[in-house]
């Protein structure tokens, strides 16, 4: 082999991996482009979502006022009172991260929550969405809120094949609950 074949083989493996590169940085460019003009997107689809949870929560609910130090915190101002925090509520269920939005009064009843996002199996976890499940929330305090397999009316049901999405949403709006209780009790309110 002379040493001009040499030459060019090397040449060859060094246009390849520039070639990689190019592509590498090329593709690296398109995808924070499409970021870009999709994120911001997002995030407002999201806030459309928690928006719209949070007025069917409470019915007759004349503003949602920010609370003070508390991201993602409202108070839900009916008749021209307080009647609940509105707060942020997640945790891990089968597929991934619940996220959730609740309503809690200041003495740690739920009012009503609504699930914004989830990943849970269809058919099975997203039965959490049905206000036929989360109706079995309303009006109950965190020592309620405990997931059993057979009906009761104290407890949380879980889902048929759904136990550990139950679990998800009940440990997320029980820790909510007891977040708005020790909040209020900060704050100087009463239980």
Same mark, same amino acid.
């Given at each position: ?14 246009? !390849? !991996? ?10 690296g ?10 994120e911001p ?8 979502i ?9 019915e007759?609910?004349? &503003? ?7 991201? &993602?915190?409202?108070?839900a ?10 707060v942020?509520?997640q ?6 991260? !619940?996220?959730?939005?609740?309503a809690? &009064? ?13 990943? &849970? ?6 039965k ?15 020592d309620?809120l ?6 009761t ?20 709006i ?5 977040e708005? !209780? ?10």
């Amino acid at each position: 082999m002379s040493h001009d074949a040499h030459g060019e083989q090397g040449n060859s493996a060094i246009k !390849i !991996i520039i070639n990689m590169i190019l592509a590498c940085l090329l593709s690296g460019v398109v995808i924070a482009g499409a970021f870009s003009f999709t994120e911001p997107v997002a995030i407002k689809q999201r806030a459309l979502i928690k928006k719209q949870a949070m007025e069917v929560m409470i019915e007759g609910v004349e &503003e949602f006022r920010p609370v003070a130090g508390k991201e &993602e915190w409202y108070e839900a101002i009916k008749g021209g009172k307080m009647v609940a925090y509105i707060v942020p509520a997640q945790n891990k269920g089968y597929e991934g991260v !619940i996220s959730m939005v609740a309503a809690i &009064e200041p003495d740690g009843k739920v009012v009503n929550f609504r699930i914004t996002s989830h990943r &849970e199996t269809p058919g099975l976890g997203d039965k959490a969405l049905e206000l036929k499940y989360i109706n079995q929330y309303v009006g109950k305090y965190p020592d309620a809120l405990v997931v059993v397999k057979h009906p009761t009316d104290e407890n949380i049901q879980a889902l048929t094949g759904a136990t550990i999405t139950s679990r998800a949403v009940t440990n997320g709006i029980k820790r909510a609950s007891l977040e708005v !209780i020790e909040y209020h009790k900060q704050k100087g309110g009463e239980q």
